[in-house]
Protein backbone atom coordinates (compact mmCIF):
# COMPACT_ATOMS: atom_id res chain seq x y z
CA UNK A 1 0.00 0.00 0.00
CA UNK A 2 1.00 3.46 -0.78
CA UNK A 3 -0.52 6.30 0.89
CA UNK A 4 0.04 9.93 -0.70
CA UNK A 5 -0.38 13.40 0.78
CA UNK A 6 -0.18 17.08 0.08
CA UNK A 7 1.29 18.71 2.78
CA UNK A 8 1.51 22.34 3.19
CA UNK A 9 3.21 24.11 6.72
CA UNK A 10 4.17 27.70 6.95
CA UNK A 11 3.76 30.29 9.86
CA UNK A 12 1.66 32.44 9.78
CA UNK A 13 3.56 35.78 8.90
CA UNK A 14 3.72 38.53 6.26
CA UNK A 15 7.72 37.98 5.72
CA UNK A 16 9.54 35.20 3.85
CA UNK A 17 8.78 31.74 4.89
CA UNK A 18 11.19 30.44 2.89
CA UNK A 19 13.35 28.84 6.03
CA UNK A 20 10.52 27.98 8.11
CA UNK A 21 9.49 25.58 4.96
CA UNK A 22 12.71 24.72 4.41
CA UNK A 23 12.81 23.26 8.08
CA UNK A 24 9.27 21.76 7.71
CA UNK A 25 10.84 19.33 4.83
CA UNK A 26 13.94 18.41 6.66
CA UNK A 27 12.58 16.79 9.22
CA UNK A 28 10.43 14.92 6.77
CA UNK A 29 14.20 13.20 6.32
CA UNK A 30 14.06 11.41 9.37
CA UNK A 31 11.16 9.41 8.57
CA UNK A 32 10.91 6.74 5.58
CA UNK A 33 9.36 8.64 3.38
CA UNK A 34 9.35 9.85 -0.23
CA UNK A 35 8.84 13.36 -1.25
CA UNK A 36 9.37 16.51 -3.59
CA UNK A 37 8.39 19.97 -3.00
CA UNK A 38 6.37 22.03 -5.41
CA UNK A 39 5.68 25.80 -5.04
CA UNK A 40 2.27 25.12 -3.47
CA UNK A 41 3.23 21.97 -0.95
CA UNK A 42 5.07 18.71 -0.46
CA UNK A 43 3.89 15.35 -1.82
CA UNK A 44 4.62 13.06 0.92
CA UNK A 45 4.54 9.18 -0.01
CA UNK A 46 4.33 6.32 2.60
CA UNK A 47 3.86 2.86 2.95
CA UNK A 48 1.47 3.53 5.50
CA UNK A 49 -0.93 5.72 7.00
CA UNK A 50 1.06 6.21 10.62
CA UNK A 51 3.98 6.86 9.18
CA UNK A 52 2.84 9.60 7.24
CA UNK A 53 1.52 11.45 10.13
CA UNK A 54 4.35 11.09 12.16
CA UNK A 55 6.05 12.48 9.59
CA UNK A 56 3.40 15.18 9.08
CA UNK A 57 3.73 15.72 12.74
CA UNK A 58 7.02 16.41 13.19
CA UNK A 59 6.97 18.48 10.12
CA UNK A 60 4.61 20.67 11.26
CA UNK A 61 6.39 20.82 15.01
CA UNK A 62 9.35 22.01 13.17
CA UNK A 63 7.98 25.08 12.28
CA UNK A 64 8.43 27.80 14.87
CA UNK A 65 6.55 30.47 15.53
CA UNK A 66 3.62 32.01 17.74
CA UNK A 67 1.31 30.67 14.61
CA UNK A 68 1.68 27.72 12.34
CA UNK A 69 -0.97 27.02 9.61
CA UNK A 70 -0.94 23.11 8.57
CA UNK A 71 -2.92 21.88 5.63
CA UNK A 72 -2.99 18.00 4.52
CA UNK A 73 -4.72 16.19 2.06
CA UNK A 74 -4.68 12.08 2.40
CA UNK A 75 -4.89 9.53 -0.75
CA UNK A 76 -5.30 6.19 1.29
CA UNK A 77 -6.25 4.31 -1.44
CA UNK A 78 -5.84 0.45 0.40
CA UNK A 79 -5.97 -1.57 -2.95
CA UNK A 80 -3.23 0.16 -4.55
CA UNK A 81 0.36 0.23 -4.06
CA UNK A 82 0.08 3.18 -7.23
CA UNK A 83 2.59 5.96 -6.47
CA UNK A 84 2.49 9.85 -7.17
CA UNK A 85 4.68 9.60 -10.27
CA UNK A 86 2.06 6.92 -11.40
CA UNK A 87 -0.67 9.08 -10.92
CA UNK A 88 1.22 12.11 -13.06
CA UNK A 89 1.88 9.61 -16.25
CA UNK A 90 -1.95 8.10 -16.01
CA UNK A 91 -2.87 12.30 -16.59
CA UNK A 92 -0.12 12.93 -19.50
CA UNK A 93 -1.09 9.91 -21.10
CA UNK A 94 -4.71 10.97 -21.37
CA UNK A 95 -2.59 14.65 -22.07
CA UNK A 96 -1.04 13.21 -25.25
CA UNK A 97 1.79 15.44 -23.25
CA UNK A 98 3.41 16.66 -20.45
CA UNK A 99 1.25 17.82 -17.63
CA UNK A 100 2.69 21.45 -17.73
CA UNK A 101 3.59 24.28 -19.35
CA UNK A 102 5.78 27.09 -19.31
CA UNK A 103 4.63 30.83 -19.96
CA UNK A 104 7.46 33.35 -21.59
Not at 64 to 84: E, M, P
Amino acid sequence: MTVIALLSVAPVTEESMASDVADAVAALDDFDVTYETNPMGTVIEAEDVDTLLDAVGAAHKAVKGDRVSTFLKIDDKRTSDQTAREKVDAVERELGHEARSDRD
